[in-house]
């Protein structure tokens, strides 16, 4: 039920914020099954990176946010000891799940 409020939060911010196209992508390195979910959508401000899972936090863009999703993700992750990690690329949101810390 963790994982699927998870997955649910990610799914909810991308559906919100991308443009055209959402990319789920399930992978292993050997040692650990790595969730992918990428979005098309605008980058994060450079001065909101350090925040996207803080509790509240809402950035420039407010409407329909709490600023919860992403602080529950973060929560799960940190109890479930599960990887999470975020990252803009190619011009892309990165949400990168793992089995293990990252």
């Not at 799914?11 to 196209?21: G, I, K, P, T, W």
């Not at 919860?68 to 990165?94: M, P, T, W």
Request: charged share 25%; glycine share 8%; aromatic share 8%.
């Amino acid at each position: 039920e963790l994982l699927k409020r998870v997955i649910q939060n990610i799914l909810s911010n991308c559906l919100r914020y991308a443009d055209h196209e959402i990319l789920i992508r399930m992978s292993t390195d050997g040692n650990s099954l790595i969730l992918l979910i990428q979005d098309d959508g605008p980058g994060f401000p450079e001065k909101d990176l350090p925040h996207i899972f803080e509790r509240f936090y809402q950035g420039t863009k407010k409407e329909g946010s709490t600023g919860l999703g992403l602080a529950i993700v973060d929560s799960i992750c940190r109890l479930q000891n599960i990887g999470l990690k975020y990252y803009f690329q190619n011009g892309e949101h990165c949400f990168e799940i793992s089995e293990e810390q990252i």
